[in-house]
């Protein structure tokens, strides 16, 4: 991707709506680069080591909604300060222990440039593992954003979901989503920016509480 941060660069960690650092790693379905994904969106999200059970659940909870990720336009990528031999073991043993197949690349990142490039390390939790991050980019390589849980704690894979869905809704028909959205559900209207906008707007057919707070369906 043209736009893309360069990994060599990216000191001050990611920031949303701008160019998601690129990056070129081993994976466990070969090298992957950000520019692979073009066209895409990406869910790029670390946990902090093979073989432990939080980050077990995770995995095999990803890879049962890979389906409805794939249906979204959007890929999957995991990361983790392991190495490439044992993240396949990993999801040799998931596939053995749980029945359930990882169907996604998993980045070995032993050097911990992408870790560091996308601010996966937290010296507060650890110095050596990347922390439960997660990582929504669009299809033309933009950071749309970026959710931090803590070691000891997983992630809702349905909010991901929720969140992959809505950003791609807000895109498509120019509005915000409210708390808790779900498809179906009213959206709202961004709110007027001048005062004739904000005058005019009780009138133009939306369903309107005030002039700031504006729904419709779509």
Known sequence: MNNAQDITTATIGPRMNQAAPNFDAVTTYGNKKLSDYQGKWLVLFSHPADFTPVCTTEFMAFAKRQGEFTNLNTELLGLSIDSHYSHLAWVRNIKEKFNVDVNFPIIADLDMKVANAYGMIQPGASDTSAV???????????????????????????????????????????????????????????????????????????????????????
């Open 132 to 218: 439960r991050a997660t990582f929504i980019i669009d299809d033309k390589g933009i950071l749309r954003a970026m959710v931090y849980y803590p070691m000891t704690n997983g992630r809702s894979i349905d909010e991901i979901l929720r969140l992959v869905t809505a950003l791609q809704t807000s895109d498509a028909n120019g509005i915000a989503t409210p708390e808790g959205w779900q498809p179906g559900d009213k959206v709202i209207v961004p709110p007027p920016a001048t005062a004739e906008a904000a005058e005019a707007r009780m009138n133009e057919g939306y369903e309107c509480t005030d002039w700031y707070f504006c729904q419709k369906s779509l």
